[in-house]
């Protein structure tokens, strides 16, 4: 059974950290690119970040590059998303997801999807 598995959300100040974890299982994923997307209430999802498991190329949406570190390990499984300098802006939901085509940009074109996990970013 393939599962994705978001966590690590919570309640940060703004210009607080946080780190998620997505740990995958359940089938072969070095052909896979992992992504991170976040939605907030009443907008679409969008992408975040992205890397391949096998080289590590990375690709990030311009708004949190910078900010945003993606990364992950190999040996767990384990896709991280490293949050710095939190702005309220950044709450939202959380998901991680599996695509077959590299470090892609476009939410359709994942295959699975976490349940998400929240992070709220307030004083």
């Known amino acids: 059974q393939v599962q994705l598995v978001e966590s690590g959300g919570g309640l940060v100040q703004p210009g607080g950290s946080l780190r998620l974890s997505c740990a995958a299982s359940?089938?072969?994923?070095?052909?896979?690119?992992m992504g991170w997307f976040r939605q907030a209430p009443g907008k679409e999802r969008e992408f975040l970040a992205a890397?391949?498991?096998?080289?590590?190329?990375?690709t990030y949406v311009d708004s949190v590059k910078g900010r945003f570190t993606i990364s992950r390990d190999n040996a767990k499984n384990t896709v991280y998303l490293q949050m710095n300098s939190l702005k309220p802006e950044d709450t939202a939901v959380y998901y991680c997801?599996?695509?077959?085509?590299?470090?892609?940009?476009?939410?359709?074109?994942?295959?699975?999807w976490g349940q998400g996990t929240q992070v709220t970013v307030s004083s």
């Open positions: 359940g089938r072969t994923w070095s052909r896979y690119g």
């Open positions: 997801a599996a695509t077959p085509s590299g470090t892609s940009y476009f939410k359709t074109t994942y295959e699975y």
């Open positions: 890397i391949t498991w096998t080289t590590g190329r990375t």
